[in-house]
Each structure stands twice: as structure tokens, then as C-alpha cells.
């Protein structure tokens, strides 16, 4: 994404935005916290050309090549489009993220015993389906690869060494220091809790997607589920039943960034390229800015 001069009240995540509504200026201080602030809605997306776009990848030798990917590639691409879905409050403040960065939580084995661990990746506006199965498929099979912790897991641990009472004082010093812009940039590289987007594959667990809170910790507007496939029969204009596969999305937000129009717009955005995940094979035209 375009890098802005660094002006005075930015943080090192993001742009502050001077040049919103006053309604918006107001809203971090009517809802102080994003629990005040969850948007919750379900969606269905109809993935057929997903699943044979799947398969064509498949049948090029990107054997791993999954309906996530898809589904980062269209948020992606949306972002590039509607750049304020792409803000999140801090301090009272809206900002401008600076880059897209993508939140997911992985095992090193698909086991009750294996651990999991948060990587975090971050996405050039134009990237195509293939460059973010390339770089999410690079980051699983480096963790994966790695007998060592992941730096989420180096961070964790160490914080599980201090007494119980100072890791709480501990933590009232990283959430002040969050509030005023001043958390380290190393700890803003691996925490999940400070990103664009988390989401969660319910899918591969073989269950519906559930809706999964956004935390107040951090700064993450967005958090989306989707869960397994489903079949569907409906009837085609010739009056026949036809199967269509549809996969379902819970999708939970902070409504402070932008208003429900915008939401709407681009989420609208996100599941016509859901519905037709070759059009994001080109990259865009033209990437849109924020407002600063």
C-alpha cells in the first residue's frame, strides 16, 4: 500500500484520520470498547465456481489450495477497493492501517495434543489468489517445517514466566502504551490481536462457522468464520431441482470505523468475488486511498 508521510498523532500501525464526520469522531467515545461495538450478521455465498476454480489449481499442482484462500484473496481485494473497512480504533481515535494483515490461527498437526499458534501476514493490495496461496502456504509449511516456537509463541511464553500480579501490571502497561500509539513495533509484528482481519476456518473441523467475538485488547475490526460446505437444491428457470454448494459465513465487526452503507458495500463486494474468484486473477485497475 501507498506509504503517507508520518504526520503527528499517527501510530506505527496506522494513519490517524483528521478528515472523518464529526459523527464518527464521536462514536469512540459513546462505545469506548469493541464489545460496546459487535455487529453480528450470517451470510451464504454460493462457491460453485469456487470449487472449480479450486479444482483447476489443484490440477496445476497447488495441491493445498483451499476455499481460505479464496476467501483472503476477495477481502484482499475488497480492501483495496474499499479502503475503510481497512480502519480500526485506538485511543479513542480512527486510524488508517498502514498495511493488510491477516490473522489465522494454525496446528502443526491436525491432533487433539498439537499445539496452535497465530501467524500474521501481510498482503499487497493487488494480490491474486495464487500470490496469497503462495505466501499462506509458505508461512504453514515454515512453522510447520520449524522445531522451534513461532515469535507468537516466544512472546507468550516468556509472558507466562512472570508472577501472576505483575503479569497483570505487566498488562495495564501494554494496553496504556496501546492507547497512546507507544506499543513496540516487535510486539505489534506478532500479535494477532492487532490486524486487519482474523479468520477461522470452521470447515475444516467439519462444523457450521459460529461467531466469534472481536477482542477490546488490540485493535482488530473484523473477525470471519466460515464453516463447512453444504448442498442445496434449487430450481433452475426450466423449473428443474439443480445442486448448488453454498458455504456459510459468520462475520462479526466494529461498527466505529465506517457506517453500515460502506459495510454493506463491501461485503456485497467481497461475495460477487467469492462468486466469481476469476476475476481476481487480474489485478485492479486502480487502488483506492483512504481519507487522511
Known sequence: ?????????????????????????????????RSDSLNM??????ISAA??????KHAEGHE????????IAAYVRTVSQRPAI??????????????????ITIKKEMTLESPDTCIKMIFEPDATPMDVYNQFNNAVVEYRKQQQESDFDKTARILNYIPRFVLKFAMFL???????????KFLLKVSPFHASLVITSMGSLGIP???????DFGNVPLFVAFGKRRKVYELNSEGNAEEKHYTDLCVVTDERICDGY?????FKMMQRLMRNPYKMDTPPEEIIEDID
Not at 470449487?51 to 483447476?56: A, S
Not at 481497512?86 to 490473522?103: D, L, M, P, T
Not at 501494554?174 to 513496540?184: A, Q
Not at 462457522?209 to 477482542?215: G, K, W
Open 1 to 33: 500500500m501507498k506509504k503517507r508521510k508520518r504526520r503527528f498523532g499517527d501510530r506505527a500501525d496506522g494513519y490517524l484520520l483528521k478528515n472523518i464526520s464529526p459523527m464518527l469522531k464521536l462514536t469512540p467515545f459513546i462505545m469506548r470498547y
Open 41 to 46: 450478521f450470517t451470510s451464504s455465498v454460493e
Open 51 to 56: 470449487e472449480k476454480y479450486i479444482k483447476q
Open 64 to 71: 493445498h489450495f483451499g476455499l481460505v484462500h479464496l476467501i
Open 86 to 103: 481497512n480502519r480500526f480504533v485506538s485511543g479513542q481515535q480512527i486510524f488508517s492501517r498502514k498495511n493488510i494483515e491477516v490473522a
Open 174 to 184: 501494554l494496553r496504556t502504551l496501546d492507547y497512546f500509539g507507544l506499543l513496540p
Open 209 to 215: 462457522p459460529v461467531f466469534h467475538h472481536i477482542y
Open 262 to 266: 460502506y459495510y454493506a458495500s463491501a
